[in-house]
C-alpha cells in the first residue's frame, strides 16, 4: 500500500522561498486540490503534506501554517463532486452559503462537498488530516446525504472515533499493495455508518 505508485509527497521547503507562496497557490491550490489558497501573511508560510492514493480517494497527512481554503463558483465549473472530509488540531472555523456559519472543535471534521461554495480558514494545523473520496460512494447507502450537518462528525460516537483512528493508523503503517482496495472497502462502510446510513450495522442483530 505504500509503494511509490500509492504514495505521493509535497513539501514547501524544497522550493525556493520567494516561490512558495505563488507555487502553492497555482499549483497546490488551483490545479491539484481545485481549491484557492491564502495563506496568512502574518505567519512564516509552511506546507507538507504526504498523500495515500487509493481506489475511489485519496488520504492525506499534512502539517500547514494558517491559511483560508475557499471552493468558488469559478472552481466549481469542473463538475467535481467529491466530498472532503478534513480534521485538524485547532479545529476550523468555515461557511458555506445556502447553509451557514460553523465551527469546529480540534478533532471534529468539516464535511466540505465540492459540488458547494465554502470558505475554511484554520489557526493551528501543525497536523492536518483529509479524506477526499467519490460521492458516488455513499449515495446507496446514506439516505438525504445532503442534510448531513457539515460539523457533525466529531469524536464522541464510536463510529466517529473508529473511523479516525483507523484513517490515522493507514498513514503510519506499511502494508501489502494488495490490501488498497480492502482499506477503500472498509472506509467506505465506516463512512456510511459515520454519515448516519447502514443502520443495520449500527445495532446488534441478537
Do not use: E, H, Q
Given at each position: 500500500m505504500a509503494s511509490a505508485d500509492r504514495v505521493a509527497m509535497f513539501s514547501a521547503d524544497d522550493i525556493p522561498e520567494d516561490q512558495r507562496d505563488e507555487f502553492i497557490r497555482d499549483f497546490y491550490g488551483r490545479i491539484q486540490m481545485r481549491l484557492d489558497i491564502t495563506p496568512r501573511a502574518d505567519t512564516p508560510l509552511k506546507f507538507s503534506a504526504?498523500?495515500?492514493i487509493l481506489p475511489e480517494m485519496n488520504l492525506t497527512k499534512g502539517n500547514v501554517?494558517?491559511?483560508?481554503?475557499e471552493r468558488n463558483s469559478g472552481l466549481m465549473?469542473?463538475?467535481?463532486?467529491?466530498?472532503?472530509?478534513?480534521w485538524n488540531k485547532g479545529g476550523y472555523r468555515f461557511t458555506m452559503p445556502g447553509r451557514g456559519d460553523f465551527s469546529t472543535d480540534p478533532g471534529t471534521a468539516a464535511i466540505l462537498p465540492m459540488d458547494r461554495r465554502y470558505s475554511v480558514a484554520s489557526e493551528d494545523s501543525q497536523w492536518t488530516m483529509a479524506l477526499q473520496f467519490?460521492?458516488?460512494?455513499?449515495?446507496?447507502?446514506v439516505k438525504n446525504l445532503d442534510d448531513v450537518r457539515p460539523d457533525?462528525?466529531?469524536?464522541?460516537?464510536p463510529a466517529h472515533r473508529l473511523l479516525f483512528d483507523y484513517l490515522w493508523s493507514l498513514l503510519h503503517i506499511e502494508e501489502p499493495e494488495t490490501l488498497a482496495p480492502l482499506a477503500s472497502r472498509h472506509i467506505t462502510d465506516?463512512?456510511?455508518v459515520s454519515f448516519g446510513g447502514m443502520e443495520a450495522h449500527t445495532h446488534s442483530p441478537w
Open positions: 504526504r498523500t495515500l501554517s494558517p491559511m483560508v481554503w465549473a469542473d463538475g467535481n463532486d467529491d466530498i472532503i472530509l478534513s467519490k460521492r458516488s460512494l455513499l449515495v446507496p447507502l457533525s462528525l466529531g469524536r464522541t460516537l465506516l463512512l456510511a
